[in-house]
């Protein structure tokens, strides 16, 4: 898988910095350098991989010349030179099972880590699919009560024309009770205003 250089240079600042912060006494997790680093889980595994092994790494140097001590059992014993010879292969071995062992439970670490934030996601993914259910039930909720409302706004407009027509009916009727109350001045005259005798 070809990474994009800026992509891994961005995952190995994060996890160096990250690094840093514990005084160098525990390696970042994949979830911690991906968060940090803005970058994809399998990226950031792959790069964390090579990262940490480079951290963990002692290289072993391999003698070429044959020692001193060799050298001078060979003078005497070829029995003592073949017994270090078999300790030198042995601390190679050894050696070798070390870095084996280490590979490894970096190995396990890396699966465990993948696996929790993949568990973690899971859980992020549920929980946003909860808030977008919740999130459409009130819409949904807020949707009908809105309806209620306009059925009760359209109801109390019809009420108030009922009232409105009730209103002008009762203000007619009130009129014409008045109107029979008091009849109009001119239709009749007081007495004292007829004229007397023959005039």
Avoid: F
């Avoid at 009770?177 to 005259?189: F, G, Q």
């Amino acid at each position: 898988m070809e990474i994009n250089p800026e992509v891994r240079a961005r995952i190995i600042d994060a996890a160096e910095r990250l690094y840093a912060e514990a005084n160098r006494e525990q390696l970042p997790t994949v979830d911690q350098v991906r968060r940090a680093a803005r970058a994809d889980m399998n990226t950031t595994s792959i790069v964390m991989r090579e990262w940490r092994r480079a951290q963990t790494a002692t290289p072993t140097s391999v003698a070429v010349d044959v020692p001193e001590r060799v050298q001078e059992v060979m003078r005497g014993i070829v029995a003592t030179v073949w017994r270090e010879a078999q300790d030198l292969a042995n601390e190679s071995l050894n050696a070798a099972k070390q870095a084996w062992e280490i590979e490894r439970a970096e190995a396990d670490t890396l699966r465990a880590e993948l696996a929790e934030a993949y568990e973690q996601q899971v859980q992020e993914l549920e929980a946003c699919r909860q808030q977008q259910a919740a999130a459409r039930e009130e819409i949904d909720r807020l949707t009908a009560e809105l309806e209620q409302m306009r059925e009760r706004v359209a109801e109390a407009r019809e009420h108030a024309a009922r009232l409105a027509g009730q209103l002008q009916a009762h203000q007619e009727q009130a009129a014409a009770l008045l109107a029979r109350i008091n009849p109009d001045p001119a239709e009749s005259k007081p007495a004292g205003t007829r004229k007397k005798g023959g005039e």
